[in-house]
Nanobody, 114 residues
Framework: QVQLVESGGGLVQAGGSLRLSCTASGSIFSINVMGWYWQAPGKQRELVATITNGGSTNYADSVKGRFTISRDGTGNTVYLEMNSLKPDDTGVYYC????????WGQGTQVTVSS
């Protein structure tokens, strides 16, 4: 089992910034992908960004140039630096740890006011 603990959500005005973090613990796999998905009210969960244990990144087109995903030196914590936030970015952000199975965090609310 892998446990994920997220933090960093909150309320911010449009144009502002937030930093999300997610730390994995438990049965860590050496080859894995960590990342973030986003779910707006009434909509399906969508990819925001992912990063492999080797550092390769993938971003949704809607966040390219505004969001940056990274991992710490241990590889067990993933960060999402969100800049130039828009009201459309509002939703619950979920951390994912993908190895043999997918593990999800509990989600953290991000609200961007106009």
């Amino acid at each position: 089992q892998v446990q994920l603990v997220e933090s960093g959500g909150g309320l911010v005005q449009a144009g502002g910034s937030l930093r999300l973090s997610c730390t994995a613990s438990g049965s860590i796999f050496s080859i894995n992908v960590m990342g973030w998905y986003w779910q707006a009210p009434g909509k399906q969960r969508e990819l925001v960004a992912t990063i492999t244990n080797g550092g390769s990144t993938n971003y949704a087109d809607s966040v390219k140039g505004r969001f940056t995903i990274s991992r710490d030196g241990t590889g067990n914590t993933v960060y999402l630096e969100m800049n130039s936030l828009k009201p459309d970015d509002t939703g619950v952000y979920y951390c994912i740890y993908r190895a043999m199975w997918d593990y999800w965090g509990q989600g953290t609310q991000v609200t961007v006011s106009s």
